[in-house]
């Protein structure tokens, strides 16, 4: 008899401190036929500081998801127990998987969580940021204008920002949220669980002053909910739309002057002005 059931098990592992993998996560692994992974000599490394030997990995990522799939699918509906993990952390939250995970709900193969570790969820108990309601935005957008329209559609949503950032992109991040969110709560939060664990609470419109130079290490960063600020009345934002159009620059360039020295009003909201603005009729 089979030590656990065939099925695809999405099993949490440790953020950094092997310590922090179940007893439940450590025993699926064990006996799964096949482990999923992104990177498998990480996996590998995972499994012997477990004490895990002679494990099968197999890997899956973002760049092979598709043309993996329908391998995985046949191993399943064969029979097999295949374990999904991630480079650290739960699974799919901003990792490859859901695609799999969406084809095996539809063809009735069964998928079970093995609950643990997982970065936003450890962020948010520790920072001392109101936790709840929070959005979680995984990575942000690599370019400036990505970056620029997904904290735009989230700037009014009550509650608390989450995502991930890399080291090098994390002063530009800040600056454009400080620009687009208004004065906020920030964390930034790097190698949880680990040694170097830290908690930096800082303010987001002082940000690019206060952020320490250098910071290694995985970087999760919690922005606060939207404060209290009264948002500019129309007639004011018009006048000075006016008197910045004067100044020259293009429509994207006005707008940001203009979102820069007003309360409540979002880059798109000033933007549609500028365009009513420019009718012929107008």
């Given at each position: 008899?089979?030590?656990?059931?065939?099925?695809l098990w999405?099993?949490?592992?440790?953020?950094?401190?092997?310590d922090?993998?179940s007893?439940r996560?450590r025993?699926?692994?064990a006996?799964a036929d096949l482990?999923l992974?992104?990177?498998?000599?990480?996996?590998?490394?995972?499994?012997?500081?477990?004490?895990l030997?002679?494990?099968?990995?197999?890997?899956?990522h973002?760049?092979?998801?598709t043309?993996?799939?329908?391998e995985v699918?046949?191993?399943?509906?064969n029979?097999h127990s295949?374990?999904?993990i991630?480079d650290?952390g739960?699974p799919?939250l901003?990792?490859p998987?859901y695609?799999?995970?969406r084809?095996?709900?539809?063809?009735?193969?069964?998928?079970?969580?093995?609950?643990?570790p997982?970065a936003?969820?450890?962020?948010?108990?520790?920072?001392g940021?109101?936790?709840?309601?929070?959005?979680?935005?995984?990575f942000l957008?690599?370019?400036?204008s990505?970056?620029?329209?997904?904290?735009?559609?989230?700037?009014?949503?009550?509650?608390s920002?989450v995502?991930?950032e890399r080291?090098?992109?994390l002063?530009?991040?800040?600056a454009?949220?400080?620009?687009?969110?208004?004065p906020r709560?920030v964390?930034v939060?790097r190698?949880l669980t680990?040694?170097h664990?830290?908690?930096?609470?800082?303010?987001l419109?002082?940000s690019?002053?206060m952020?320490?130079?250098?910071?290694l290490?995985?970087?999760?960063v919690?922005i606060?909910?939207?404060?209290?600020?009264e948002?500019?009345?129309?007639?004011?934002?018009?006048n000075?739309?006016?008197?910045?159009?004067?100044?020259?620059?293009?429509p994207?360039?006005?707008a940001r002057r203009?979102?820069?020295a007003?309360?409540?009003w979002?880059?798109?909201?000033?933007y549609?002005l500028?365009a009513n603005?420019?009718?012929?009729d107008?």
């Amino acid at each position: 008899m089979p030590l656990i059931s065939p099925r695809l098990w999405i099993v949490a592992t440790p953020l950094g401190n092997p310590d922090d993998l179940s007893l439940r996560a450590r025993e699926v692994l064990a006996a799964a036929d096949l482990i999923l992974a992104e990177d498998t000599r990480r996996a590998a490394r995972l499994c012997a500081q477990c004490g895990l030997e002679g494990r099968r990995f197999l890997s899956f990522h973002d760049h092979n998801e598709t043309e993996r799939q329908e391998e995985v699918l046949r191993l399943l509906r064969n029979g097999h127990s295949l374990a999904l993990i991630s480079d650290a952390g739960t699974p799919l939250l901003a990792d490859p998987g859901y695609r799999l995970v969406r084809a095996c709900r539809r063809e009735g193969l069964p998928v079970s969580p093995i609950p643990g570790p997982s970065a936003p969820a450890a962020a948010l108990s520790a920072a001392g940021i109101p936790p709840l309601p929070y959005t979680f935005l995984g990575f942000l957008p690599r370019d400036t204008s990505g970056r620029e329209n997904l904290l735009t559609a989230f700037a009014h949503v009550p509650g608390s920002l989450v995502f991930f950032e890399r080291k090098d992109r994390l002063g530009e991040s800040l600056a454009v949220a400080a620009r687009i969110l208004g004065p906020r709560e920030v964390a930034v939060c790097r190698e949880l669980t680990k040694t170097h664990e830290e908690f930096i609470l800082l303010r987001l419109e002082n940000s690019q002053t206060m952020l320490p130079d250098t910071l290694l290490g995985e970087i999760t960063v919690i922005i606060g909910p939207p404060e209290v600020v009264e948002r500019t009345p129309r007639p004011q934002v018009e006048n000075l739309l006016h008197m910045e159009m004067q100044h020259g620059g293009k429509p994207r360039q006005v707008a940001r002057r203009v979102q820069e020295a007003v309360h409540g009003w979002s880059g798109k909201e000033i933007y549609a002005l500028i365009a009513n603005h420019n009718k012929p009729d107008a």
